[in-house]
């Protein structure tokens, strides 16, 4: 079993920068996908970015070239760097761990409140 924990999330004004933070207990294995989504008001939930242990990264289009995902595989910790962020950019951050083992498994953590607003 594995959970999560986000951290760094809040209010910033358009144009600002935040820094997110998930850190994982439990075991996290090397094909583990580790990776961001979020959920805006009255909208699904999507795919912000994703990365594997090797650092092979893929974006939703929205946040290409502004959101950076990292992973630091010691420390079972996958980050979130966010700049030049936007109104729409508002959401929930969940923080994700997929595993592909016999069967699929999805891990989330509680969600980090990012807003986005002057």
């Known amino acids: 079993q594995v959970q999560l924990v986000e951290s760094g999330g809040g209010l910033v004004q358009p144009g600002g920068s935040l820094r997110l933070s998930c850190a994982a207990s439990?075991?996290?294995?090397?094909?583990?996908?580790m990776g961001w989504y979020r959920q805006a008001p009255g909208k699904q939930r999507e795919l912000v970015a994703r990365i594997t242990s090797g650092g092979i990264t893929n974006y939703a289009d929205s946040v290409k070239g502004r959101l950076t995902i990292s992973r630091d595989n010691a420390k079972n910790t996958v980050y979130l760097q966010m700049n030049s962020l936007k109104p729409e950019d508002t959401a929930v951050y969940y923080c994700n761990v997929y595993r592909n083992q016999r069967r699929q498994y999805n891990f989330w953590g509680q969600g980090t409140q990012v807003t986005v607003s002057s």
């Open positions: 439990g075991s996290i294995f090397s094909d583990d996908l």
